[in-house]
Structure formats: structure tokens, C-alpha cells
């Protein structure tokens, strides 16, 4: 330096000629900047999409569900007014208490077609402090002959705002509505899975139907209230005790309370994330493998010029540097590739999956920066922590071996207890081609071990998703065992069996008919507390419309007097209750014990308790009599089950029967399918990074695996070798990788 007063110029440019080798490895390899930038691209769209869709599902959905002050519980009693909800909300730990009325109709589509809608009464539509329906678009139903829609609706009943719609009574009479608008209500799912919709009108608009202004549903926000706080319920219902003191010293009776809890939607969205969270790290584990063994390729690769560097003076530090900032780049290209899509498709999930499933209005789809900056983070890191192991270990070489390396390695294998096992052999067993193939494969044993750690955890999960499918069939298959019927008629009072029956087989397409009892009950606890409201079933013991699985205990019997039967579903709810054990059920208000002889799976509909129909009748006093109708038809696919079901509900209400509903098993499988939806959509994209993941990681590690042995397949083809014989090789060795990790 002393003879060279520029020396600092000459260094200078000495160091910028480090970083156009940069350049000129990323622009001379395009192919495998493509892939390294792949690589983690497929990490950081992971967990991007799963960071992004996490926080618009969550957010948008406890916004929407925060928005319309949702009740803690619902007490059903005898007719009260307006004034007296008012009082109610006045009461210490009620935040807010208001009345509706509900009633259940049937909104004429087509001359055999109709779908079915609940009405809700409202007194105060612009002040309405509990259970809110936010406005979507149009005006409140204020004259006796407008109602208006919740806003996934619309579509349901085939309507627009402004249109007429007839509406059909439990008693068979008509009337006609306007719709004037639409409004929202989180709490419930899409109409396609519920099989209903719902509708708002004023009292006066209840009476024009034929039904009273009063209301008969206390609806109570209780203050303090968080369904997901441990302790919450009881608070609830402690001061839901002293409401219903308030009503009881009012004169009426309390009917039954019900306790609000997590919904089912909410079961949904956290179910959701939680699998599109797991998948999304596994996702950027695996991307992080082949970024490991795509760097380490090309530190091999470049081995001969890591000597030239040492030989002209290069420090490790140095040349650490320019690798580290050769894989920065890479991570930068990744993650610009990487963010636009990630945030594309959770917006698309939610717009196209999400909202139209959960019954989501999304105010916004924008994302906190903190996303992004994790995005940027991950394909930084990933490809930095990733290439660090291979760029201090390639750099450490020294300039001897580094400039004597000639891309043949002579001991890199045979040496192995495995290799010497497979050299003893004989040829007819493993010929040579085969020989040479498993022997390259086993040449880098890191290398093959994190390429089978992708190939194996990709395909296995790859597989599981797949498999989903098949258990959501399954699944249904075994909530079918509990429709097994073409129609279902429910009626709005029991009626004599034999009657139904009657009525029933004037029809020709009907093969069988078979009666049951619903009605609702309540656990009396032993510390004086009650359950929430439950499905009470008296059916046939030995009925053939059912084939429930039974997890413990027995079934019903014909000669069981006492005993009950509760599903999974109540079973949970119901922690205490062992089979055997002897429960008080209050029904109607009358109280009797009955002893759990068995429990069997759920139907996906609810806590449900069975009975046999005698113990029923006599429980209900309603002996010989049922309120639903199990049809089953000479042909039972869908279209014959809706044209019985259209000539069953004309029927029954010409021979003066009220039917409150019918529906056909194929609706019920349909609406019960739909609720997987979003769980397999997720799942399905999952499996498409996963096999994309895969035939990167096979891939790769085969392109490696040639480019280091150029020099071999010329020596092959000196002694010979035909291109299809050295195709035959690199075959063979990507078919013993896959065998491998299929092992």
C-alpha cells in the first residue's frame, strides 16, 4: 500500500467487485434464484395467509357480533308489554331487557315451492338496546304491511327490496308483505344452513297476522356479562334468578330461560384458524429445509471460487457477507412475491368463503402493518437463518481442498455399513444403474435426510387433508343414521298417531309413517340449578327411523319404564350425568326423575334426550299422541323427497291440520355439509402448498444433485454411457428418495 497512494480506490473497487459476483450469481442462475425465491415464498404466503385470515375472520366477526349487543339469556314467560321490559331493564346487573315475539311461517315461492321464515316483533327499531339488527339498506318496516329481511335472505326467498311476498300462517291463512329492507343478524349462519330466514315487523304488523302486540321473549343483557369469562354462566344466571322473581311476583309464569353461549359460529371460525394456523408453520418449516439444501448446493457449486477468493486474500467474514446478502436477496424477492398474494387470498377467503358461510358483514379488509412487517420478517429470516448453516460451513474450507476440488468425490460414498451391504449384493439383485442410483442418493446424508423430512411431513398431511374429505362423509353418514326417513312433518299441536297414519297412507307415494313426541325439558341439578333448555324425543324403542351409535350403556328397551337416553352433545353440557345415574327433568313444569341407561353420538343438532314413547305420552299427558312425522316414500332421492314433501304439507293442511314445518333428510344432509365448508376449504388450499412444498423438495434436491455432478455423468459418458442410461439413473434415484420417504 505504501507504493500506491490510490491504494483506498483500489480497494474500494476491489470491494465493489464482490458484489457484482452478487449480481452476476443471481442474473447467471435465474433458474435457481427462481427457486431459492420459490422457496420461501411458499413459507411467507403460508403464514401470511394464515396471519391475515386469522385477523380479518376474528376481527370482523366479534365486530359484528360486539355491534349488536347480543342478549346473555332469553326467558320465555306468559304475554307482557313494552313498559314491563322496561322495568326489567331498570333492575341492578340487567344492562338492558326488551320483549319479542316470534312466529314461524312459510314465504310462497313457486305453486309447490315455499321457504320457511321466523317473524320478530320489535317495539323500537332505532333504539333497540339488546339483540340488535344492524340496518343494511332501505327503511323499518313502520306500516302493517311491510316487513323486512335479514340481508342473506334476499337471495334465499328469491326476492329484492320492494317486492310483495305472500306469507303462509301456521293456520293456512295468507298474507302479503312489502319488504322495504334488509338488516343483519350475526348470530346465526347463513339461511342455506339453518333452512330458515329471519324477518323483522312492528306489533302492529304481528297483529295484522293475526297474532298479538305483547311478547312473549324476554330478551336480558346482563351487565359484566363475557360468554368466554370462566365463572360467566353462573353470573348470568344469578341474576337472571332475580328476573325471573320479577316476573313470578308479576303474575306470570316463567316458561324457561336459556342461557347464551358460544355459538356455533364461533365453534366454526376458531376451529378454522386453529387448523390454517398449524398448517401454515409447518408450511414455513418445510420451506426453511429446502432453502437449507437449495444454499448448501450452491456453496458446493461455487467451492472453486471460495479458493480464487481465499488465494487473493478474502476474509471468511468477508465472503460470509456476500453469501448472507446473496440469500437476503432471495428473502426479498420472496416476500415481495409472496405479500401481494397472501393478502389477496385471505380477502378472497373471506369475501368468497367466510362471509357468505359464517354470516359476516366485513366493515373493512384492510390489515394492521404489524402483518406485513411479520411477512417481510419471516422471508428475511427464513432465508437468513436458513443459508447462515451452509454459508459458515462452505466458507470454512480451506484454499488447498478448495481449489483441488474437482466435483468427483471418491470416498463421499461406498463407506457406509449400508453401502458396503448393498456393494456384497449380488448383481442380479441390484443391478448397476440401480447400484449407482441408491449409492448417489446416500452421497449427501444431511441433504437426504431434511428432503425427506419435506417429502414426508408434506405427504403426510397432504394425505390427512385429502382424507377429510372421506371423514366428512363419514360424518354424515353417521348423522344420517339418525334421519333415516325421506320427510319430516312437525306439527303445531300433537295430534293422535292414528289420525296421521291415516291421513299419511291416502297417499300413494307414502311406503311407511312413523309418530314421535318432541317437546323441551330442563336438568334440575342437584345444587338447585337449572339447565339450558334441551330436545326431549319419546320415540319407538325398537323404531326403524333411527340407528343410533351407542358410546356407552345400552338403548332403549321396550319394557323400560324410567329410562333416558342422552346424546354426546348433552353429555358434555352435562359433565356430572353417568350412565346410571337417576336425573330430574322438568317438562312443561312437571318434575320426574329418570334414570341415563345410555349415551349415545351426536346428530350435530343440539343437546337431544330420548325416551320411549309410552313414558313419553304418559310424561306429557299426550298418550297416543305425536307432533312429528316420519314419512318414508317408495322413492327416496331428492327430487322425490321435495315433491312428498310439497304433496304432505297441502295434505295434511286440507284435512285441517296446522303444520309449523317439513323439510327431507337430503335438505337436512346438505345444510348439516355446508357447515364443513370452510374448515375443507381451508384444508384444501393447505394441500396444495403442502404439494407444492413436496415437488419443490424432490425437485431441488434432484437439480442439486445434477449440477454438482456434471463432471461424473462426462466420465460416465467417456466409458459410455447412453443418454438413456443416465436418464435411467437420475430416475432411479428420485424414485429411491420417494420410496424412502414413503417407508
Not at 33 to 62: D, K, P, S
Not at 94 to 105: F, K, M, P
Not at 543 to 564: E, M
Amino acid at each position: 500500500p505504501t507504493f500506491f497512494p490510490n491504494w483506498g480506490i483500489i480497494e474500494d473497487c476491489m470491494l465493489a467487485t464482490r458484489w457484482y459476483k452478487v449480481i452476476s450469481d443471481l442474473w447467471s442462475h435465474r433458474t435457481r434464484t427462481l427457486i431459492v425465491a420459490m422457496a420461501v415464498a411458499v413459507g411467507v404466503y403460508a403464514v401470511g395467509t394464515v396471519l391475515a385470515a386469522q385477523v380479518l375472520m376474528l376481527r370482523e366477526f366479534h365486530r359484528d357480533r360486539d355491534s349488536t349487543l347480543i342478549a346473555s339469556a332469553i326467558l320465555n314467560t306468559y304475554p307482557f308489554d313494552h313498559e314491563f321490559a322496561e322495568r326489567v331493564a331498570g333492575m341492578p346487573g340487567v344492562a338492558a331487557a326488551e320483549g319479542r315475539e316470534t312466529l314461524s311461517a312459510r314465504v310462497v315461492i313457486g305453486p309447490e315451492t315455499w321457504c320457511n321464515l321466523d317473524i320478530v316483533s320489535i317495539s323500537d327499531f332505532e333504539n333497540m338496546q339488546v339483540d340488535r339488527y344492524p340496518l343494511v339498506v332501505g327503511r323499518w318496516p313502520t306500516a302493517r304491511d311491510e316487513v323486512m329481511v335479514e340481508w342473506m335472505g334476499l337471495d334465499y326467498l328469491g326476492a329484492k327490496i320492494g317486492d310483495r311476498i305472500t306469507i303462509v300462517l301456521p293456520d293456512n291463512t295468507r298474507k302479503e308483505l312489502t319488504i322495504t329492507g334488509t338488516v343483519h343478524n350475526p348470530q346465526r349462519p347463513s339461511p342455506a344452513i339453518l333452512g330458515y330466514t329471519f324477518a323483522l315487523v312492528s306489533p302492529e304488523t304481528m297483529v295484522y297476522l293475526g297474532q298479538s302486540h305483547l311478547f312473549t321473549e324476554l330478551h336480558v343483557r346482563v351487565a359484566n356479562a363475557d360468554p368466554s369469562a370462566p365463572g360467566n354462566q353462573e353470573h348470568v344466571a344469578a341474576v337472571m334468578k332475580e328476573v325471573e322473581d320479577r316476573v313470578e311476583r308479576s303474575g306470570r309464569e316463567v316458561l324457561n330461560t336459556t342461557i347464551i353461549g358460544k355459538s356455533i359460529i364461533e365453534s366454526i371460525v376458531n376451529t378454522a384458524v386453529m387448523i390454517i394456523s398449524m398448517f401454515g408453520w409447518v408450511i414455513l418449516l418445510l420451506s426453511g429445509f429446502l432453502v437449507i439444501n437449495t444454499i448448501s448446493a450452491l456453496i458446493a457449486q461455487q467451492i472453486n471460487q471460495i479458493g480464487i477468493m481465499k488465494l487473493i486474500g478474502a476474509s471468511r467474514l468477508q465472503m460470509v457477507a456476500m453469501y448472507v446478502t446473496l440469500v437476503l436477496v432471495y428473502g426479498t424477492i420472496a416476500f415481495t412475491i409472496a405479500i401481494p398474494l397472501a393478502v389477496t387470498t385471505a380477502r378472497h377467503l373471506m369475501t368468497d368463503l367466510v362471509e357468505g358461510m359464517v354470516n359476516i358483514r366485513s366493515d373493512s379488509y384492510d390489515l394492521p402493518l404489524w402483518i406485513y412487517l411479520i411477512m417481510v420478517a419471516i422471508g428475511v429470516l427464513i432465508a437468513l437463518i436458513a443459508g447462515l448453516i451452509p454459508v459458515w460451513q462452505g466458507t470454512r474450507i480451506s484454499t488447498y481442498r478448495a481449489l483441488n476440488d474437482t466435483g468427483i468425490q471418491s470416498d463421499a460414498a461406498g463407506h457406509s455399513a449400508i453401502e458396503r451391504l448393498l456393494g456384497r449384493l449380488p448383481k442380479t439383485w441390484l443391478q448397476r444403474p440401480l447400484l449407482l442410483s441408491v449409492r448417489n442418493t446416500l452421497r449427501h446424508k444431511g441433504r437426504l435426510l431434511r428432503t425427506m423430512i419435506v417429502l414426508i411431513l408434506g405427504t403426510a398431511l397432504f394425505i390427512a387433508v385429502v382424507s377429510v374429505r372421506q371423514s366428512v362423509d363419514t360424518t354424515q353418514a353417521d348423522f344420517l343414521r339418525y334421519h333415516r326417513y325421506d320427510v319430516e312433518v312437525q306439527f303445531e299441536e300433537s295430534q293422535r298417531l292414528a289420525r296421521l297414519q291415516a291421513a299419511a297412507y291416502e297417499l300413494g307415494d307414502v311406503a311407511s309413517v312413523e309418530g314421535w313426541g318432541v317437546a323441551g325439558a330442563k336438568r334440575e341439578r342437584a345444587d338447585g340449578s337449572e339447565s339450558n333448555n334441551f330436545q326431549v324425543l319419546g320415540v319407538p324403542p325398537d323404531s326403524t327411523r333411527l340407528d343410533p351409535i351407542v358410546q356407552a350403556g345400552r338403548w332403549l328397551r321396550p319394557d323400560d319404564k324410567d329410562a333416558v337416553v342422552i346424546n354426546a352433545t348433552l353429555a358434555k353440557d352435562e359433565p356430572d350425568v353417568a350412565v346410571g345415574d337417576w336425573i330430574v327433568l322438568n317438562m312443561d313444569g312437571r318434575k320426574r326423575s329418570w334414570q341415563v341407561v345410555g349415551i349415545v353420538t351426536s346428530d350435530a343438532q343440539g343437546s337431544k334426550l330420548f325416551m320411549p314413547d309410552d313414558a313419553f305420552g304418559h310424561a306429557n299427558r299426550n298418550l297416543g299422541k305425536v307432533n312429528r312425522l316420519l314419512v318414508t316414500a317408495n322413492q327416496n332421492d331428492a327430487v322425490a323427497q321435495e315433491a312428498l314433501e310439497s304433496i304432505l304439507l297441502n295434505h295434511f293442511e286440507a284435512k285441517g291440520f296446522d303444520v309449523n314445518s317439513t323439510t327431507t333428510t337430503h335438505k337436512l344432509n346438505a345444510q348439516n355439509g355446508l357447515m364443513f365448508n370452510i374448515i375443507v376449504g381451508y384444508l384444501i388450499l393447505n394441500a396444495i402448498l403442502l404439494g407444492a412444498v413436496g415437488s419443490l423438495g424432490l425437485s431441488t434436491t434432484m437439480g442439486i444433485n445434477m449440477m454438482e455432478r456434471i463432471r461424473e455423468i462426462g466420465v460416465l459418458r467417456a466409458i459410455g454411457a447412453s443418454n438413456s442410461a443416465i436418464r435411467r439413473i437420475v430416475l432411479l434415484e428420485g424414485i429411491v428418495i420417494a420410496c424412502l420417504s414413503w417407508v
